[in-house]
């Protein structure tokens, strides 16, 4: 079967830096994509991750390794309006994307 | 406004009554995907077109659900028979196949069957 794996809430600090980690198992692998979401609203879009490797875009990082099947995102000097949750969503052998169930982000001031 | 538009924001039906969810994707995306999300889980895929023809269905998706794309812009999702399972927010996303790899989300409806 698919499946993708990542904490189901995480708590962190205005200011400070937070991982949140995704595993996954999946028939094929074409990419593995980081989604917000804010609670009542759709997600959109944060990265991208198709080669081994760290893609930075300002505040938010995203990193992949496809031999272990893990990728992570790294949020720094989080903000309140950081606090959503972070979905993880790898594009199978079909191109249809499996999504994790989300990681629920507090952040406290 | 150019982002996805989805219609009704909000849908409250009873139990046995059929529902029409419409989905307006971004005018020149030729892929278009319609998805469900209950509470705490992330989205589930049901249904997703190439322009107009439907080119896969999830085999969780019951018969009492059917998509169409009949001009391969807008998009319908009915759902026959609701049922209490059937309550969650039903996602539309849309991608341009020939660029990028991002999928665009409309606000979604939610449906409460009560």
């Known amino acids: 079967g698919q499946n993708i794996d990542q904490p189901t809430e995480m708590t962190a600090t205005e200011g400070a830096i937070v991982q949140i980690n995704c595993t996954y198992q999946?028939?094929?692998?074409?990419?593995l994509f980081w989604y917000q979401q804010h609670a009542g609203e759709a997600p959109t879009f944060l990265s991208y991750n198709v080669l081994d490797g760290l893609e930075e875009k300002g505040r938010f990082s995203s990193f992949l390794s496809r031999s272990k099947g893990y990728s992570y995102l790294l949020l720094k000097e989080l903000q309140m309006k950081d606090s959503a949750s972070y979905l993880c969503a790898v594009r199978d052998s079909n191109y249809q994307l499996i999504w994790g169930a989300g990681t629920k982000l507090i952040i406290k001031p | 406004d150019t982002g996805v538009s989805q219609n009704p924001r909000h849908k409250i039906t009873k139990r046995g009554q059929n529902v029409t969810f419409r989905c307006d994707p971004i005018s020149e995306h030729n892929r278009l995907y319609w998805y469900r999300q209950t509470l705490g889980q992330g989205p589930e895929f049901l249904t997703y077109f190439q322009n107009e023809a439907q080119l896969e269905k999830s085999r969780l998706l019951s018969d009492r659900f059917s998509a169409e794309r009949p001009k391969g812009s807008f998009s319908t999702l009915e759902i026959q028979r609701t049922e209490q399972g059937d309550s969650a927010m039903y996602l539309c996303?849309?991608?341009?196949?020939?660029?990028?790899?991002?999928?665009?989300f409309g606000p979604g409806t939610r449906l409460t069957v009560t």
């Open positions: 999946t028939s094929g692998f074409n990419g």
């Open positions: 996303a849309s991608r341009l196949r020939e660029s990028s790899y991002e999928q665009y």
